[in-house]
Each structure stands twice: as structure tokens, then as C-alpha cells.
């Protein structure tokens, strides 16, 4: 060996040892972002739990949870979401400190995990997802991974969809059969931009049974939000020969591609007395109900999708009044023309709270609501029309002299 060659190697170890940082114009590497634990996070793994949102089953019955070192997904056949489907799933990727893992515009990103697929969990002639990928702010999804039926044979396909004209674009395949009942490996890797990129990689083993990759496809369709995959069983209901099933996943990981996008410049939240923010820690969100960004909103964010039904509802929780009696509140929301919250004071009878505005603008209604001495927790929901996007509340003065 050289004595040039020699120096090399020892600079390249010494490098290594020290830990020195990578010279600049260095290809960039894949950073491990997630790897979470059934056994140490269960199901706080994942930023939202989807689980029986439509109340299909009593309460305590769950059908989303850590079980035996990997997530178990239950579908029984008188699930709902809707008329015509069902769906436990959970949304997002919670990292260590708690906060969201947002994968943003220009990112690329690779998810790697292991799935148990029983026989039971069939490939259907209506729409059958295991894996997506969303954004909170439009329904239809980014990417999938479904289970048809394609020409009378069960399969498994790798999918991105097109917004433009709502379609789904298969580009991987594999048969169903052959990977049930086994732990299989799957590896979804993507660019998370207009010029997108999607690879998917289903491995038995040391065995690849399918390594495919499209380019040139745009999986970036938000303003302000971000994309986020999503794990577990949404299927149709009108397919025959519906089984009860389950789906297993273990061993995730999410690596990113060279460093994380700077997070968005929010504006701060109101810290003014007897200011309540709708995202504020503690609150509830149930259904499809969620928070999501908002530039013009305080504290940049806003709790969308409530109202429309019984389960998609908001809670603000931790009001304080020194004193019972009815006092003003004002609802802060974004308002898309005319729209209107029910209102429940700690489970009391409902308020109309009528607004009307746009959706790029903060509105502001006042209503006065009966709140006893100590805590109080308020509700907002619809249930027959999708209601305003709740920024905040503010509870005012006291209302006839109480």
C-alpha cells in the first residue's frame, strides 16, 4: 500500500472518529427523523388516532393499539365512517419532544416498516387502503397503497393521484396472495414537491417482489399545510365477501433526506386574559376534526372539519370565571360565507353562533354563554352543515349586570 494512500485512509478515519462535519458540496445524506416504539409510545407514536370516529362501537372497544411489539388495526364489519365505508387509521408522526413531523414542500422522504397482511384482509372491487399520503386541507389523497381487485385477481399497488381531474394512477404492482400471512418489508420513498418523485419496494425476505419508481408526478398540492402519511384499514363497505380482518405494522422508521425544511414563521398566540386558543394542549378534537396552519390566524394555527355530523367536534377546554353568571363570548373563526357553530356550555343546551365572512380573514361573533364559578368546557359542533374554522375564543365582560 502507497504511502499516499496510506495518509488518506488515516485522514478518512480521523474524520470519522472526531465526528467532523460534512465538507461543504457534500452529497446529502439520509437523516433517521422517527423510530418509534410500540411498547415505549403506543399509539402517542402518531400525531392523530382515528379510531372508530363514527361511534360504531361502545366506548372502551378500541380498535386502533400497540399490541404484542407492533400496531394492530381491527376492521369489523359493522364499522363505519360514513354510509358507504370505514376507516381506523392514525395520521401523522409524533417525534420524541411531542411536536408534528411535517414533511414540506421539496423534502424527500423514506418510510420503512414491516407488515402482516392476514388472509382475511382482502383485496376488494371497492376501494381498500393500508398506507396513505394526505394533507389536512384537501380531502383527496396524495399517494396510496390499496388493495384491488384487477381482473378478478387480488392485488397490492403503489398509487398517486392526480387533483386536477381526481384520479388514481397505479404504477407498481404485486399479487395479494402470495405476501399474506407473512411479515413482508415495504420501503415508500418520495419527493414531497410539484416534480415529485414516488419509489415503492416490497421485499419477502432477502427476496424483491416488486422495486418500482415514477417521476415527474406532483405530490405537493397545499399552501400552508404539510403531508403526512397515514397507517391502517379504509375500505369500502360495498365490496362482497367483507370479512372482519386486522392489519399488522412493526419496525417503522423515517429517514429524510438531508436536513429538515426551517419550520413556518407563525405568529404568535394571544396571551390575553381570558384568551382560549382553539389548539391550545388540552382541548379535544374528535372525528375528523383537527388543527391545521393558518397565517392570518393567532398563534398560526386553527382547528378545521367541525360540524357536518354528530362526531366531528372541538372542545375548548379549561375556561376560568371567577364568578357564575352569563358572560360575552367572542368566537374568532374563518368563515366561508355563511356558516354557523352549535354552541354547548358545559354540556348545556346549544347556541347558534351565526357568521358570515371569507376564509382569508379573521371574523369575530359575540354570544353571551352561562358559565359557573371555576372551570367550564364549551363544544362546538354542527350537525348538519360543516361549521366555520375556530381560531380562538375570548370570554369578555359580564352580561346584564351578573
Not at 200 to 210: C, K, N, P, Q, S
Not at 306 to 328: F, H, M, Q, S
Request: charged fraction near 25%.
Amino acid at each position: 500500500m502507497s504511502a499516499r494512500l496510506v495518509s488518506v485512509l488515516c485522514a478518512v478515519a480521523l474524520l470519522v472518529q472526531v465526528g467532523a462535519a460534512i465538507p461543504a458540496g457534500a452529497a446529502p445524506r439520509w437523516e433517521r427523523r422517527w423510530e418509534p416504539s410500540p411498547w415505549r409510545d403506543g399509539v402517542g407514536a402518531f400525531e392523530a388516532l382515528e379510531d372508530d370516529r363514527r361511534g360504531s362501537h361502545p366506548e372502551g372497544q378500541p380498535h386502533v393499539r400497540a399490541e404484542g411489539g407492533a400496531w394492530r388495526f381491527d376492521a369489523h364489519l359493522e364499522d363505519r365512517d360514513g354510509s358507504d365505508r370505514m376507516r381506523n387509521e392514525v395520521r401523522g408522526m409524533r417525534a420524541a419532544d411531542g411536536r408534528p413531523l411535517e414533511i414540506r414542500k421539496d423534502e424527500t422522504w423514506r418510510l420503512t416498516y414491516r407488515m402482516y397482511i392476514p388472509d382475511t384482509l382482502d383485496a376488494t372491487t371497492g376501494f381498500s387502503h393500508i398506507w396513505q399520503l394526505k394533507t389536512s386541507d384537501i380531502g383527496t389523497p396524495v399517494a396510496q397503497i390499496s388493495l384491488p381487485v384487477v381482473g378478478g385477481v387480488q392485488k397490492i399497488v403503489a398509487r398517486y393521484w392526480t387533483l386536477a381531474d381526481n384520479r388514481a394512477h397505479d404504477f407498481a404492482t404485486a399479487d395479494l396472495e402470495p405476501i399474506q400471512n407473512r411479515w413482508v418489508t415495504t420501503v415508500i420513498e418520495f419527493r414531497s414537491g410539484d416534480d415529485g418523485y414516488m419509489r415503492w419496494a416490497l421485499r419477502d425476505g432477502r427476496r424483491t417482489i416488486v422495486d418500482q419508481r415514477v417521476d415527474g408526478i406532483d405530490l405537493w398540492w397545499t399552501d400552508e399545510q404539510y403531508n403526512r402519511p397515514k397507517w391502517g384499514i379504509y375500505r369500502s363497505i360495498r365490496s362482497t365477501g367483507l370479512q372482519e380482518t386486522y392489519l399488522l405494522v412493526k419496525d417503522l422508521t423515517a429517514e429524510q433526506l438531508g436536513p429538515a425544511t426551517p419550520p413556518v414563521s407563525l405568529p404568535p398566540p394571544d396571551r390575553s386574559p381570558g384568551t382560549y386558543e382553539a389548539e391550545r394542549v388540552g382541548n379535544v378534537w374528535e372525528g375528523a376534526a383537527e388543527p391545521a396552519y393558518c397565517k392570518v390566524c393567532s398563534g398560526g394555527r386553527k382547528v378545521i372539519l367541525i360540524g357536518g355530523n354528530v362526531y366531528d367536534y372541538a372542545v375548548v377546554k379549561g375556561v376560568l370565571a371567577e364568578t357564575a353568571g352569563p358572560r360575552r363570548m367572542t368566537v374568532h373563526a374563518l368563515v366561508d360565507g355563511a356558516q354557523s357553530f352549535s354552541v354547548s356550555v358545559n354540556g348545556g343546551d346549544a347556541i347558534q353562533v351565526p357568521m358570515t365572512g371569507t376564509k382569508d380573514t379573521v371574523t369575530t361573533a359575540s354570544v353571551p354563554v352561562d358559565l359557573v364559578a371555576g372551570v367550564n368546557t364549551i363544544r362546538f359542533f354542527g350537525h348538519t352543515a360543516r361549521g366555520p374554522e375556530l381560531d380562538k375564543i375570548v370570554i369578555g365582560e359580564a352580561v346584564n349586570g351578573s
